[in-house]
């Protein structure tokens, strides 16, 4: 088996020791070098300054390559825009262009009266700029704010045309419901890479929680793998077995990108890629 390529997904901190843990997580995955790492970017913009500050000291004292995120939420066209030159402005050529969550306490997501309306606005204006590479997100279950299933598919090629070039998913829990989306995709007419976005399971209910907030399916049979591992303490184990297993299939079905969501806690991540025969750079881990 070819080990994939990887990349990471970080957040920024929002007190002190968040910020150790961040740049803890920095250490151990970055002598994994990955192709790129990306941090997010609070909804309603309420990490902004924290996003571009973990972006640029990142990028700085680690070299590695950043793609911001970027959103629609509570901000025009020439403060987003502003944001983007800024990133540009410390050498970051690449942005995860979103149209973001609703803020904390809206229903759902509401345009800014003087903002982009959708992600493929925000796309649009980016490409057009001729600075950034643009990544999108892709969702390979139905999207909570979606009309229908199909939805999905649509968005994601009106964000391609518009200039993205690549699309990094949701996570998922099984293999399958990304082959599905991903031929759906190739029918469409969509020929530019989709990224699955895989998440390690640190904590099993947290990630029901999660998938219920993002429309993502349990699957019952893992629901009660984990009944039974938390009665006899191996819940690591299963989460590590589980995550090896999905990445193991989808590269034995031709992916050859990973992109993995940390939650700025890199153990299990790092557990997860070594198992799929990816080695740390002795030289990057004796810098961290």
Same mark, same amino acid.
């Given at each position: 088996?070819?080990?994939?390529? %990887?990349?990471?997904?970080?957040? @920024? @901190?929002?007190?002190?020791?968040? !910020?150790?843990?961040?740049?803890?997580?920095?250490?151990?995955?970055?002598?994994?070098?990955?192709?790129?790492?990306?941090?997010?970017?609070?909804?309603?913009?309420?990490?902004?300054?924290?996003?571009?500050?973990?972006?640029?000291?990142?990028?700085?004292?680690?070299?590695?390559?950043?793609?911001?995120? &970027?959103?629609?939420?509570?901000? !025009?066209?020439?403060?987003?825009?502003?944001?983007?030159?800024?990133?540009?402005a410390v050498g970051v050529t690449e942005i995860? $262009?979103?149209?973001?969550?609703?803020?904390? +306490?809206? $229903?759902?997501?509401? @345009?800014?009266?003087? #903002?982009? /309306?959708?992600?493929?606005?925000?796309?649009? /204006?980016?490409?057009?700029? #001729?600075?950034?590479?643009?990544? *999108?997100? $892709?969702?390979?279950?139905?999207?909570?704010?979606?009309?229908?299933?199909?939805?999905?598919?649509?968005?994601?090629?009106?964000? %391609?045309?518009?200039?993205?070039?690549s699309a990094i998913t949701q996570f998922f829990?099984?293999?399958?419901?990304?082959?599905?989306?991903?031929?759906?995709?190739? /029918?469409? +007419?969509?020929?530019?890479?989709?990224?699955?976005? %895989?998440?390690?399971?640190?904590?099993?209910?947290?990630?029901?929680?999660?998938?219920?907030?993002?429309? $993502?399916?349990? @699957?019952?049979?893992?629901?009660?793998?984990?009944?039974?591992? /938390?009665?006899?303490?191996?819940?690591?184990?299963?989460?590590?077995?589980?995550?090896?297993?999905?990445?193991?299939?989808? %590269?034995?079905?031709?992916?050859?990108? &990973?992109?993995?969501?940390? &939650?700025?806690?890199?153990?299990?991540?790092?557990?997860v890629v070594r198992a799929l025969g990816i *080695?740390?750079?002795?030289?990057? !881990?004796?810098?961290?």
């Amino acid at each position: 088996m070819t080990a994939p390529r %990887i990349s990471f997904e970080f957040f @920024p @901190p929002q007190s002190l020791e968040a !910020s150790f843990k961040l740049w803890e997580t920095v250490q151990v995955l970055a002598p994994m070098t990955p192709e790129f790492v990306s941090v997010t970017y609070g909804a309603g913009g309420t990490t902004r300054k924290l996003t571009h500050e973990a972006v640029a000291t990142i990028k700085r004292n680690y070299g590695l390559k950043v793609a911001a995120h &970027l959103t629609c939420v509570d901000a !025009s066209r020439s403060e987003t825009l502003e944001i983007a030159e800024a990133y540009a402005a410390v050498g970051v050529t690449e942005i995860v $262009a979103l149209r973001g969550d609703a803020p904390k +306490g809206a $229903a759902r997501f509401t @345009p800014h009266p003087e #903002g982009f /309306a959708s992600s493929v606005d925000l796309v649009a /204006a980016l490409a057009k700029t #001729g600075k950034f590479k643009l990544r *999108v997100g $892709a969702y390979p279950e139905r999207h909570p704010d979606a009309a229908v299933a199909r939805a999905d598919v649509t968005w994601l090629k009106r964000k %391609i045309d518009a200039g993205a070039t690549s699309a990094i998913t949701q996570f998922f829990f099984e293999a399958d419901t990304f082959l599905r989306f991903r031929d759906d995709c190739a /029918a469409a +007419g969509i020929t530019a890479p989709i990224i699955p976005g %895989i998440l390690p399971i640190q904590s099993w209910q947290g990630t029901k929680n999660f998938a219920a907030r993002c429309g $993502a399916q349990v @699957p019952q049979r893992l629901d009660e793998g984990f009944a039974a591992a /938390a009665r006899d303490g191996r819940e690591a184990l299963l989460s590590l077995t589980h995550c090896t297993t999905l990445c193991t299939r989808l %590269i034995e079905e031709g992916v050859q990108d &990973l992109h993995f969501y940390t &939650l700025n806690r890199p153990e299990l991540t790092r557990d997860v890629v070594r198992a799929l025969g990816i *080695v740390p750079d002795l030289a990057l !881990s004796k810098v961290a």
